[in-house]
């Protein structure tokens, strides 16, 4: 009888967690809806800024934005965004491997001399990176409390100012980039200097069909800090997306695996039970047969 208890109180510990898990997978789907609907709403937003942007730039001689200066990359910063929470699958790893083989393809001599620096939007890469020990600046976890453009425009100001003043040669982005709630890209972007963009063919400003006021090196100048911050703003949004996806199909697949794990259970428990009355009854009919002997 000892292990038909131990086998209840197993099916009630799996019929809980079954039930946090649906929950949780229920949650995730509302907030993916909202999230899903702002990064939709942002893409063409920034895929017309970035062909606005190329097509100017082709028709320049040359930029004299800071942000544009191409340097040996010495110093390195990379950006990560992960999220403040588990229970995603491979989400937040998945950033973390990307983040280190780049490191390691890449900038390992920039790291051997202590000059790779980690800004981490999200708490599980502040965190890994922080325990072994990585110059990680600053702290960005707040920002999905309210993950605005405002706030996260706050974080690449930080990072162009940065830039400009030598701290860092180049800045690389890590991120999880949304495709559906199943599958989320994990995607690694130059952010800093802002890269020529591929494809455009240099053109003269008069084949160019914008009216230009006041002039176009003033528009450039004015839309390449733009770009960056929209940039950034999309990789977060993309991430937050990820998350929720992710988070929503974890928690399908736990869900359901309880349910398996609740079926052989419950076999488990019957096939016990019957046993447990099979030999009670077969112990009664030895004692009677006993007894009349």
Known sequence: MANLKEVRNRIASVQSTQQITKAMKMV?????????NAIIQLRP?????????????ASLEGSTSPFTDERVPNKVLI???????GLAGAFNMNVIKATNNLIAEKYSEQLKNGNVSIVSIGKKTQDFYEKRNYKVIGNNNDVYQALT???VTKITEAIMAGFEKGEFDKVELVYNQFKNAAVQI???EQLLPLPKTEGVVEVKASNVDYILEPNQ???????IPKSIKIQLYKAVLDSHASEHGA?????DKATENAGDLLKALKLSYNQARQA???????????GAAALNG
């Open 28 to 36: 995730s789907a509302a907030k993916l809806k909202r999230a899903t």
């Open 45 to 57: 937003y920034a895929t017309k800024l970035k062909e606005i942007l190329g097509n100017l730039s």
């Open 79 to 85: 950006v990560a965004v992960s999220s403040n929470r």
């Open 149 to 151: 453009f405002e706030n």
């Open 186 to 188: 994990i995607t690694t």
């Open 217 to 223: 090196e003033e528009i450039v100048s004015q839309l």
């Open 247 to 251: 988070r929503m199909t974890s928690m």
């Open 276 to 286: 447990a009355i099979t030999t009670e009854l077969t112990e009664i009919v030895s």
